[in-house]
C-alpha cells in the first residue's frame, strides 16, 4: 500500500448520525473527489466494479433511496450537470447521457434510448411536447397499442410507421397527408 491512508477491511459508520465523506472547502479551485474501482495491471483480468447500494427495510418499512444530487449553485452561477460516461468499441472515454441543469434537459449523447420489456415506455404528463430539430425523425415503430390519446405535432422531419402500424383520426381532429403518400402491403387508416 502506498497512500496516506492504507486499509485491508471495510469502514463502519456508527448509525443515527449524519455523516459524510467529502473535501475540504477551498477558495481556490477545487479538487475532484474520485471513488474508483481497482483497475487490472496484468493479463486478461475485469477491472473493479463501483456499487452504490441503499439499505434494505424490514416488515412494511421503506428501503432507502439512491439520490444523485449534481453542486447547486450562488448568485449568477450554472448548476452543475449529471454526466455518464462509458468507453466505446475502440476504447475512448465518450459522454453517453447527460443531465442538463441549465437547460433543465436529459440528452441521450450516443445510441438509442430502447426498452427491451413489453409493455414498457416513455409517459408524458399534461401538457408534455415531443420536440425535434429540423434534421430529427420520430420513427413509431410495431404499434400494437395506442400511442397517443391526444396531439401529436410534427414541425420538420418524418413520422415513419412499419410493421403493420396504423395512423388514424377521430371526428374531433383531422388528418393531413401531403407531397407523396405512397400506399404498400400494410393498412394505412
Do not use: W, Y
Amino acid at each position: 500500500f502506498s497512500d496516506a491512508l492504507n486499509l485491508d477491511g471495510g469502514i463502519l459508520i456508527k448509525e443515527g448520525t449524519a455523516t459524510s465523506i467529502k473535501m475540504n472547502d477551498t477558495s481556490g479551485t477545487p479538487a475532484a473527489l474520485s471513488l474508483v474501482g481497482s483497475s487490472a495491471t496484468t493479463g486478461n483480468t475485469v477491472g473493479g466494479d463501483v456499487l452504490i447500494t441503499a439499505g434494505d427495510s424490514a416488515g412494511s418499512g421503506v428501503a432507502g433511496k439512491v439520490t444523485i444530487s449534481a453542486g447547486g449553485h450562488g448568485g449568477s452561477g450554472t448548476g452543475g450537470d449529471i454526466v455518464f460516461n462509458c468507453d466505446s468499441s475502440a476504447g475512448a472515454s465518450q459522454r453517453m447521457l447527460t443531465i442538463d441543469a441549465s437547460t433543465e434537459n436529459i440528452i441521450v449523447e450516443q445510441g438509442h434510448l430502447t426498452f427491451t420489456q413489453t409493455d414498457k415506455g416513455i409517459v408524458f404528463g399534461n401538457s408534455a411536447e415531443i420536440d425535434n430539430d429540423s434534421s430529427g425523425i420520430i420513427t413509431l415503430t410495431a404499434a400494437t397499442k395506442t400511442v397517443l390519446s391526444s396531439d401529436l405535432e410534427v414541425q420538420g422531419g418524418d413520422i415513419t410507421m412499419t410493421n403493420g402500424s396504423t395512423i388514424s383520426s377521430t371526428s374531433a381532429g383531422t388528418l393531413l397527408l401531403t407531397e407523396d403518400v405512397v400506399k404498400s402491403s400494410a393498412a394505412l387508416q
